[in-house]
């Protein structure tokens, strides 16, 4: 898209022997800079948070430039950020320029005490390397984003789009759609059943419309899901999703408040074990119970479980419980794993004929593939129990089959 902009010539000596003139510098912006800054930009506002659109209007979506260029150092030294340090050799060049919404640039320059040059120049670079980095995915490995959030204790939760976006680069490209499936509006579901019902029933229905014939998921081939809300729904909602697609799952970490997975190398590997905490035998049964994000006690179980069922316990290896213990994909992909290997183990002893009664304390990724990575074949039905102090324990939400 053409940024028009007026450009100013320099005089020229009329003799070679003549000193030239003091050029005064020109507030007009070259035509290749403000290119090369619309470029570097996306057409978006660079205003970390901001992200908006400036090559459509934004009510009545009409094609145009609506970008401002603004000088991050400002062009006179009495503007901001003017004399705070060291002026660019040349105040126009591309490195000193952010392309900003009206909004954006009036709110910069308004109050520069609250945005600094270095504050500045690090969204700008931020902002810029996300280009890159959208642009560098390769087509082939576009992903299909399925987003879910469903109020915790009463508390509606959001997921920004950016943050999906970020959190899936670079190694996958943004398919352009996404199916979101909100139940922010259905609060109450700690009280009422019929919620919970409603609740799956919005799950299937729109899992079933992505995963259709010609749906986005068909399309780009491969989900990447970002969830978050009560247990049992995220188990059904795993349980929905299948295996015929590859899907990678997200999770939001509470110190960066992001979705991004972080680097193995930061971090050592989770091991994971399992024990029998009671012991009924090979007839009795099933109960697990997940001490993942915290020890799950023996007596907040529901009595016709701890007196009837043999009871196993899925913990984290040499590693106390804690809610913030999943930080790598690694150790999301170990526990998948070991859940698989779990099952069989379960199988082989008690059969897979009768239901497995779950009780988790996990985080959200692992409440989905409890529902998701169930044994292809032999899928003994799951009982979900979910934990309300308010109730003084466990109680049973759902089965799945």
């Known amino acids: ?58 009510l009545s979506k009409q094609p145009g430039n609506f970008a401002d260029r603004a000088h991050i150092v400002a062009f006179s030294e009495g503007g901001p950020r003017g004399n705070d340090g060291p002026r660019p050799p040349d105040i ?20 520069p005490e609250w945005f600094s040059r270095h504050d500045l120049r690090a969204m700008k670079d931020e902002h810029e390397r996300r280009v890159d980095a959208a642009l560098d995915a390769s087509p082939d490995l576009a992903s299909h984003i399925i987003s879910f959030a469903a ?4 508390f509606r939760i959001a997921i920004p789009r950016q943050d999906m976006f970020s959190a899936i680069l670079p190694r996958h490209a943004f398919d ?6 909100d139940l922010g509006a259905l609060t109450g579901l700690d009280e009422q059943e019929d919620l919970l019902s409603i609740a799956c029933r919005r799950i299937d229905r729109a899992v079933s419309s992505a995963y ?18 009560p247990i049992p729904l995220l188990t059904f909602l795993g349980a929905q999703l299948g295996d015929k697609v590859a899907v990678d799952l997200y999770q939001r970490h509470r110190d960066t408040e992001d979705w991004r997975w972080k680097p193995d190398t930061a971090f050592d590997p989770i091991g994971y074990c399992l024990e029998y905490l009671e012991d009924r035998g090979e007839d009795a049964p099933v109960a697990i119970l997940l001490s993942l994000s915290g020890k799950i006690d023996m007596g907040t179980l529901p009595a016709e479980i701890s007196e009837t069922h043999t009871i196993y316990e899925i913990s984290l290896k040499d590693v106390d ?47 989905v593939s409890i529902g998701k990575d169930r044994l292809p074949k032999a899928r003994a039905p799951l009982r979900l129990y979910d934990n309300d102090t308010a ?10 089959d």
């Open 212 to 229: 259709g014939t010609a749906g986005p998921v068909e399309a780009a081939g491969h989900v990447s899901l970002f969830a978050i809300g």
């Open 321 to 367: 419980p804690t809610p913030t213990f999943l930080n790598c994909a690694r150790d999301l992909i170990a526990f998948r794993t070991f859940w698989h290997e779990t099952q069989s183990k379960i199988a082989a002893r008690h059969g897979d004929d009768q239901p497995i009664s779950i009780f988790p304390a996990v985080p959200a990724p692992i409440a």
């Open 176 to 181: 352009g759609l996404q199916t979101s499936i």
């Open 391 to 400: 109730k003084g324990g466990f109680t049973f939400q759902m089965e799945i």
């Open 151 to 154: 109020p915790i204790r009463g």
């Open 1 to 58: 898209m053409a940024i028009s902009s007026s450009v100013s010539g320099s005089p020229e000596s009329a003799a070679t022997d003549i000193e030239p003139p003091c050029v005064t510098p020109t507030r007009a912006i070259s035509h290749r800079t403000s290119t090369i800054l619309f470029v570097r930009a996306g057409g978006r506002c660079q205003r970390r948070g901001c992200n908006a659109r400036l090559f459509e209007h934004h």
């Open 92 to 111: 126009n060049e591309v490195d000193n320029l952010m392309a900003l919404c009206k909004a954006c640039h009036k709110e910069i320059d308004d109050h």
